[in-house]
Every structure is written in C-alpha cells, then in structure tokens.
C-alpha cells in the first residue's frame, strides 16, 4: 500500500502569488520626532544621544550633543527640562532624566579633555558678538565651527553672563563653567574682555569693520518695587548679590533675610543667603504650587529650611532698630492667559507684618534698550524678525535682549538660531536647512509590551549638613551604571533601534534587512500592518499607497 503524501506538502514556492496586489496601505520607516526633541529649547535630537548612551558610544553622544548645544554639562544642571514634560514615558511609570544623562555625557567630555575640531574650512567674513552670556557664546560657537571668523565683546572681565554672575556655584560648579566655556574659546575666537559697547556709534562701528553684529547684551536692569525704598541700607539688588564674592555677600546679610519673588533667582538668593546663616523668608505673589522656580529648587529649598509665605504681597517697609518691617497682606493670585500678564487682588482684613534685616527683591530684569535707541521697534525687547534679524540690515539679536523667553537654553537655543540666520546670509547654503514639519510620535504608537517597569533613577543629593556650610553642588552626578540603566528606560520614540521585529514578525517576509536599515518588497507586502504593531519605538507607520 503506497503511503499517501500530506496535501500540505508541496515542492512549489509562493512567489507567483503576487499578495501585493491586495494591500491599500504600506508601511513606511521614517524617523520621526519624540516630543522631547519638540520641547527641546534647542532642538537637541535626544533620542539619539541617549540611545547613544545606553550603547556606551559616550564619545558619540556628546558629539550629537554638541552638534546644538555646546554646553551640555552647563544644561544637565540648570536647564528647566521642559522634554522631560514632554516625554512619552510619564503615561508608562516616570519621565527619563533627561537632564541627569545631559550632564552624564557632559561630564564625561570634561574628565576626558574632548574639545571641538577646528573649522574645516576658514571664511573671509566676520561677525561681532556683544555679550559673552549664552546666547552670545552659542552663537559664536556656531559660526566659529562653519569657520567664520568672530570677535566676541564682553563687558566684564570673564565669560559667562548669566551663568557666571547669576547662578551660585552649588548649582553650577565652577570649573565646569569654564571647562565648557574655554572648549569654544579654543576654536579661534577673537576675544575682547572688559570691552563695552556702550551705544549706537560703537555699534556703528563695528558695523563698518565686520559683515555681521549680533547683539547678545542681555537684561542687565533691575525691575523695582515702588513700594520699596531702595536708598535704605537693609535693600540689595539680587543681581548685585549673586554677583558679589561669598565673602562680600556674607558682610551685607544679616541674620533674617527676605526674598521677595518666587523664580528660580529668588531660590538662588534665598539658598544663597541660607548658606551664609541667614533664617530666610521668601515672600511670592504666586500660591506655592504656580511659583515660578523649577520644583525642585523650591523643594530643596524648603529642605534647607527656608520659609515660603506664599500669596502675598508686600505693601510697605519701614525702618526698624534691627533692619525694617514689612507689611504684607494675602492675595488671590490670577495667573492670566499669557505669561507675564497675571493680576493681584488683596484680600481685606488678611495684613500681617514680617522683620527681617536684610530685603532681597527678586522680581526679575529688563533689557536696557536706550543704548539702542532707534535700532528697531522696541516695546520690553528688540523688536527681531523671525530669524532675530532687527529692522537694520546685518544686525541681530537674540537672548534675553530680544525675548521674554528667560530660560539659559532657550538663550543658547536662540543664539544658535541666529547664527545659522547670519550664516545663510553670509554663506548661502552652509546652513543646513530646518528639518520638514512632522508630527511627533505619541505615546499610543508605543509597544510598551518591550518596556519593563522601572522607577526613574533620581540623582542623589549631599545631605543637609554639609549643604549648609558652604556652596558646594548639590545634586550629584549618576554612576556610570545609573546612566546605563536610565538611558534604557527611553523609547526611542520615533527613532528606529534596528531591533528586527518588523523582520522576524512580516507574515509575508516581506521585509529584509539592509545596510542602512529595512525595505519592504512591495510585490508581497498586503497592508497588514503587523510591522507597525511589533515596533517598539513608534518608527514605522502605514500610509495610503497610492500605486495600488
């Protein structure tokens, strides 16, 4: 008896059967952006540094860094993080510490001595920077890299603006100020310190002898309280105080300070101040849960010992035999439709009165525009058109001198903007041009089936005690293990990890690797979209074919 053959068996292929012809979608790979790149105040592409983190590249992902952002150490500590906001992953457990991997990569280019490569090719044309802040800074750092020749003109004695006179060294330390400042330097830059340009004729005369002027001049005034004598010796500017040496500092605090604002320059001042052995007060419009400073300043803050009186206002301040008392009331607090644009209201019968020796205001700067008076329409900034360029030709302006955007990366993001803008004017086509509009990868294109659960790693603080006996930095930086392990807690959104699923899971086997990547044979492929549900990071998506 002849054993009969399964009907399953065949020595025939299926390549005649052309499933193609069925599908009305295929699927496409296409990086898209995360929404941390779109939050990004400088457009920093951090799903790819941080992939390039958790593959151990560090070399790499400083690079990729520091393609927008020379300061990536600077940034990890100071910068107000809106991508970790933005970031896909706070619907799964917790966001990813973005910040905590910047300065990871940051400090690892700093122990390893990286520094930027010289200009590959050197340009005729120059450019003037006025203002060696962040905006200024980035901006000279990326004309210098596409080899434009800049001087850069500060007023001061030392680079840094902002980061340098503003911000105490417990949060930014200062060698790494100057590590990542010295690393632009280094490239070339023509630098005149100590060097004000003080009005219209300087500027008109940089004009003359350069192709560009970016103005990077900063907010430099004071706003005022006009219920607040400022002639009296219990009242210091906090510009002025965050500017002055420790010593000086501590000569001019007496034992009860009040801040009065609720920004991150009022937790400066109050941390500062507490460093000094000061009881400190802070006194902010703002309930505490809408002030202003990042959280977790106000919450070190507090751990520190600082008082928050929160909702209030100030309405008077006399002398007395141990500095002044304040008079104060509550208010309701209405935070407007547009920052900038809240309203007050004190609530009768809610007065109360605070003694302190020493009154801190800390309500923020405004730009001094009259030096350049008939520059260009000017209302609290520089008037600037959409690539910071002001109503005369060749001359630009970004950071806080040109926008209410007050944050240190949104100065360095603007700087960065403006220098591409001179670039392209100088040199047509060096800059590369922005990237297509697409729409950021939400978090339901996510095949969080490939995630594990894992809580944020925090970084670590110094404890109390020795917080408060000197300006030492206070959050600490990850190991090198934390920064691995935080760095795979990010999904990529977007950005293909070549895992192979869409390989291993095409029922068709419509799909093949390549050099670069994966292509879909269109003769087999039929719309499943199996691809698309399999991949972990959101990176392919199905469209119309049209060709079908």
Request: proline share 6%; aromatic share 6%; glycine share 8%.
């Amino acid at each position: 008896m002849n054993k009969q053959l399964s009907p399953l068996w065949t020595h025939l292929t299926s390549e005649n059967r052309v499933t193609g012809t069925w599908r009305s979608a295929l699927p496409n790979y296409q990086n898209q952006p995360s929404p941390c790149l779109g939050a990004c105040p400088v457009n920093g592409r951090i799903a790819e540094w941080i992939k390039q983190v958790k593959d151990g590249d560090l070399r790499d992902a400083w690079v990729t860094l520091t393609d927008n952002n020379p300061f990536p150490a600077i940034a990890g500590r100071i910068c107000h993080h809106p991508c970790e906001t933005a970031c896909n992953r706070r619907d799964l457990d917790e966001t990813v510490g973005i910040c905590s991997l910047e300065r990871f990569a940051g400090d690892t280019a700093l122990a390893e001595g990286w520094s930027f490569p010289p200009p590959v090719t050197e340009r005729p044309q120059s450019i003037a920077i006025i203002g060696g802040g962040p905006a200024g800074l980035s901006a000279a750092y990326q004309l210098r890299r596409r080899g434009f020749k800049v001087s850069l003109y500060e007023a001061k004695d030392a680079l840094g603006g902002l980061m340098r006179y503003g911000i105490p060294s417990y949060r930014l330390e200062r060698s790494v100020l100057d590590g990542e400042i010295d690393r632009i330097v280094a490239m070339g830059i023509d630098l005149h310190l100590g060097a004000e340009v003080m009005n219209q004729a300087a500027l008109a005369t940089l004009q003359e002898t350069h192709d560009a002027v970016l103005l990077a001049t900063g907010a430099s005034l004071p706003k005022r309280l006009p219920a607040l004598d400022y002639a009296r010796s219990w009242v210091i500017d906090s510009a002025e105080f965050l500017a002055a040496p420790v010593e000086e500092q501590r000569s001019r605090t007496g034992a009860q300070v009040v801040v009065i604002g609720g920004g991150s320059a009022a937790m400066d001042v109050a941390r500062s101040a507490r460093r000094l052995g000061s009881e400190v007060t802070v006194l902010a419009l703002e309930p505490q849960d809408r002030l202003p400073a990042q959280k977790t300043e106000v919450d070190e803050a507090i751990e520190e010992g600082i008082v928050f009186v929160c909702g209030a206002m100030m309405q008077s301040a006399e002398t007395n035999d141990n500095g002044a008392t304040l008079r104060c009331v509550r208010v309701d607090f209405d935070p407007g439709d547009v920052p900038g644009t809240f309203t007050v209201s004190p609530i009768e019968g809610s007065g109360f009165e605070i003694n302190a020796a020493t009154i801190i205001p800390a309500i923020g700067q405004d730009a001094d525009l009259e030096r350049w008076s008939g520059l260009a329409p000017a209302g609290p900034v520089l008037g600037t058109d959409s690539v910071w360029q002001t109503d005369t030709p060749g001359v630009f302006a970004v950071g806080d001198v040109a926008s209410m955007n007050r944050f240190v990366t949104q100065a360095v993001g603007m700087g960065k903007e403006a220098a591409l803008a001179i670039a392209d004017m100088l040199s047509p086509g060096i800059a590369a041009p922005a990237p297509a509009a697409a729409a950021e990868v939400e978090y339901s294109r996510i095949n969080v089936a490939y995630q594990d659960t894992h809580a944020r790693i925090q970084q670590q603080v110094t404890g109390l005690d020795e917080r408060l006996t000197g300006f030492e930095e206070v959050q600490l930086p990850l190991s090198v293990e934390e920064a691995a392990a935080e760095a795979r807690r990010c999904f990529s959104c977007g950005t293909c990890i070549y895992c192979d699923n869409c390989f291993f899971y095409c029922p068709d086997m419509a799909i093949s690797r390549t050099a670069s990547g994966y292509e879909v044979n269109v003769d087999y492929c039929k719309g499943c979209g199996l691809c698309v549900a399999e991949c972990p990071t959101g990176s392919i998506h199905m469209q119309e074919d049209t060709a079908s």
